[in-house]
């Protein structure tokens, strides 16, 4: 179910509410999770007002109470949904709800009901991470409105009571404190697979390489194909455990001088295993002599991230090129595919986590979708500039800016 909603999850981005019917947000919801109707709701300190929804026609404003009104714009508060559902003469276990929040503020809620059986448990998961997306598209279709909503929940004094204040203060400590030890167990847990997870690597290689005697031509391809799962494994595992890093703000760069070519080879040699499978041709052009200052590991990701991309998403016999050469005081290096494509409207988004462009490819290749993200923050702490360049069908090039005397 998991692998299917995170398919159709990213309809969502697809949507324009500004021209969409109404209904479209809930058309995308239920390929996710069935339902026989749904509603999104404003929030004021009075009522609820009807503003998207499918087959519930007969609704448009709906009077609360103070105790419900404080509950919903409480976003601590998890037990207001046993109110909601006696608010709509609703089923406990037929309804779904979730708060809309923008940057810590409810705006409204989002139902829904089904007619005959009860919400399973992995529904009710998936509800809230598409809750989530939902009231983000809306912030960006009717920010002033959410905006004067949120003006009269302050003017009567709910958002901003001593109780709800303690309450949310309370609410951050334990999420941080959560956080840390998340953070902490994927970081060791990542540490513990990929220990022995480099020995598999190296041992591949060391009969790759005839190291401990010859193979024959059928050993040979199962020896290949070993340190082929090992890189993309281990890449995945880098990846999961950089994401902890950077969100719990622990990441520290060491900073060294670092030669363009160096760098660039070294990620080459990594990735040739997995290029060499697809017959692709990687051609590099560094312009002089380049020296620049960075931390050698994490840029070495960076490029190992877009150049593993490149390969992934293009076609076997291809070529993908990458470059090198200082403009002024910086340092510029680009990678250029052949592959299948971005089209515009996912330029911005390649960079968000767990971002993936839906396609033929994208669904037959094991990714965190973390790379780009992971690229980006490292590219910023060098206090340098990432930026991609494609259309859907021409190939894609992303271009690294960073500064040749970074000192950190």
């Known amino acids: 179910m998991y692998k299917n909603a995170i398919e159709k999850i990213n309809k969502f981005y697809d949507l324009n509410l500004n021209s969409s019917r109404k209904e479209a947000i809930f058309d995308v919801l239920e390929e996710i999770i069935p339902f026989w109707r749904g509603a999104i709701f404003y929030l004021t300190p009075d009522n609820l007002s009807l503003e998207f929804s499918k087959n519930f ?61 009860d919400f399973s448990f992995d529904e009710k998961l ?34 901003t009571s001593n109780k709800a204040y303690a309450d949310v203060k309370r609410q951050n400590k334990k999420i941080k404190e959560s956080e840390k030890q998340q953070n902490e167990f994927i970081a060791n847990i990542s540490h513990d697979l990929r ?26 391809g199962y020896v290949e194909d070993i340190k082929i799962a090992g890189i993309k494994l281990l890449e995945m595992i880098n990846e999961v455990l ?17 030669y363009a070519d160096v760098l660039i080879d070294e990620v080459c040699n990594i990735i040739k295993p997995i290029s060499d499978k697809k017959h692709i041709t990687i ?40 470059s090198a050469k200082t403009q002024g005081d910086k340092v510029v290096i680009k990678i250029k595919d052949e592959g299948i494509g971005i089209a515009k409207k996912y330029h911005k ?18 990714s965190t979708g973390l790379g780009l993200a992971i690229s980006k923050e490292f590219v910023k702490m060098h206090g340098g500039e990432i930026s991609v360049d494609s259309s859907k069908g021409n190939g894609t090039e992303f271009t690294i800016i960073l500064k040749s005397d970074y000192q950190g």
Do not use: W
């Open 242 to 258: 950089d994401i902890a890093k950077i969100e719990s703000h622990t990441v520290k760069l060491n900073i060294s001088n670092i």
């Open 195 to 220: 220990t022995p997870l480099n020995s598999i690597i190296g041992f591949s290689e060391l009969l790759s390489n005839k190291i401990v005697g010859d193979l024959n031509e059928k050993q040979n």
């Open 349 to 366: 988004k390649i960079f968000d986590k767990f971002f993936q462009v839906e396609n033929s490819m994208s669904k037959t290749e094991a």
């Open 126 to 159: 998936i509800f809230k991470t598409c809750a989530s997306i939902i009231s983000n598209l809306i912030k960006d279709l009717e920010l002033s409105k959410v905006l004067k909503m949120q003006v009269e929940a302050l003017q009567s004094g709910i958002i």
């Open 57 to 117: 026609d007969n609704i448009s404003t709906i009077q609360i109470n103070k105790k419900l009104s404080e509950k919903l714009y409480d976003t601590a508060d998890e037990n207001f949904k046993p109110d909601v559902a006696q608010l709509f003469n609703i089923q406990e276990e037929k309804i779904l709800c979730e708060k809309l929040v923008i940057k810590g503020a409810v705006f409204g809620i989002i139902i829904l009901e089904k007619e005959n059986e």
């Open 283 to 322: 051609t590099k052009n560094i312009i002089g002599e380049i020296l620049f200052k960075g931390d050698f590991i994490k840029l070495q990701q960076v490029l190992f991230n877009i150049l593993g991309n490149a390969v992934k998403f293009s076609p076997e016999n291809s070529e993908i090129k990458i």
